[in-house]
T-cell receptor
Framework: GENVEQHPSTLSVQEGDSAVIKCTYS??????FPWYKQELGKRPQLIID?????GEKKDQRIAVTLNKTAKHFSLHITETQPEDSAVYFC?????????????FGKGTHLIIQP | SQTIHQWPATLVQPVGSPLSLECTVE??????LYWYRQAAGRGLQLLFY??????ISSEVPQNLSASRPQDRQFILSSKKLLLSDSGFYLC??????????FGAGTRLSVL
């Protein structure tokens, strides 16, 4: 089955700096790659996603890049703010119809230092 | 708009007791439904998914089972809870795309 590796497990950055979280996946048939943000005790919230026919996607301060050849994708957060502090999860799935579930990475605890 | 309801929010159960967690989705028909478990400080593990009434796929062999008695209802059960069943249980749904939306979760403590 699919295996998703996520690094780093903890990332501490100064407020205003950029943060980058990286993930690799094993199944070349995977075609959908979402990123979720989870605050303590709450549900994961989708923040951005990318499909395999796109190399990069941006939404304000957040961007995701995908390298299908290398089977890795990354989350980039620019101009970090205190409210960006949370655990971030990458995930992958390969069903065109959306039936299969997501395989998640183990998460990155992002800490924004004031 | 679509909403997903999950209850209870918190549950404390003794070892060996039964379990029933319920999830319902409103505002859509024929959703794909999912149960995930998140152990403390860990990632999310897919337990079950369903593409229709009575259709359940299990991803991980374990002490749990799932059922889908109605189109928008998904139930997670156990006959006898183990200590290792403790965790944060999340229900999720998708419509026509692969985008998954999560319920608020149930925090289960087995003592």
């Amino acid at each position: 089955g699919e295996n998703v590796e996520q690094h780093p497990s903890t990332l501490s950055v100064q407020e205003g700096d950029s943060a980058v979280i990286k993930c690799t996946y094993s199944d070349s048939a995977s075609n959908y790659f979402p990123w979720y943000k989870q605050e303590l005790g709450k549900r994961p919230q989708l923040i951005i996603d990318i499909r395999s026919n796109v190399g990069e996607k941006k939404d304000q301060r957040i961007a995701v890049t995908l390298n299908k050849t290398a089977k890795h994708f990354s989350l980039h957060i620019t101009e970090t703010q205190p409210e960006d502090s949370a655990v971030y999860f990458c995930a992958a799935s390969k069903s065109g119809g959306g039936a299969d579930g997501l395989t998640f990475g183990k998460g990155t605890h992002l800490i924004i230092q004031p | 708009s679509q909403t997903i309801h999950q209850w209870p929010a918190t549950l404390v159960q003794p070892v060996g007791s039964p379990l029933s967690l319920e999830c319902t989705v409103e505002g859509t028909s024929n959703p794909n439904l999912y149960w995930y478990r998140q152990a403390a400080g860990r990632g999310l593990q897919l337990l079950f998914y369903s593409v229709g009434i009575g259709q359940i796929s299990s991803e991980v062999p374990q002490n749990l089972s799932a059922s889908r008695p109605q189109d928008r209802q998904f139930i997670l059960s156990s006959k006898k809870l183990l200590l290792s069943d403790s965790g944060f249980y999340l229900c999720a749904w998708t419509g026509g795309s692969q985008v998954q939306y999560f319920g608020a979760g149930t925090r289960l403590s087995v003592l």
